[in-house]
């Protein structure tokens, strides 16, 4: 049974930083694209970042690019995400996603075959 555990959220201020895990089990964590994805209320999931199986390409949002960083460390079947200079905009629900589709098409939701229960990040001004 594939599992993704998000932990890492949390509520600060304008300005602080984050760092997200996802912990994955019962997959080949190391074969699979790995994505972030947030959920603001009352709107869409929408793409935050991905990265490729052996960390060769990474994707972001033009929104948090230059902001967060997307890694992932294969021998602990973790993916991270370090965010900085966070905005209440970026305030929402964050999810981990895998897939083994091609990481081109990384950013649309549909790629993805497994997705976490999702931690919540709050960010006030």
């Known amino acids: 049974q594939v599992q993704l555990v998000e932990t890492g959220g949390g509520a600060v201020q304008a300005g602080g930083s984050l760092t997200l895990s996802c912990a994955a089990s019962g997959l080949t964590f190391s074969t699979y694209h790995m994505g972030w994805f947030r959920q603001a209320p009352g709107k869409e999931r929408e793409f935050v970042a991905a990265i490729s199986w052996a960390s060769g390409s990474t994707y972001y949002s033009p929104s948090v690019k230059g902001r967060f960083t997307i890694s992932r460390d294969n021998a602990k079947n973790t993916l991270y995400l370090q965010m900085n200079s966070l905005k209440p905009e970026d305030t929402g629900v964050f999810y981990c996603?895998?897939?083994?589709?091609?990481?081109?098409?990384?950013?649309?939701?549909?790629?993805?075959?497994?997705w976490g229960q999702g931690t919540q990040v709050t960010v006030s001004s």
């Open positions: 996603a895998a897939t083994r589709r091609p990481i081109m098409i990384a950013r649309t939701i549909e790629t993805y075959d497994y």
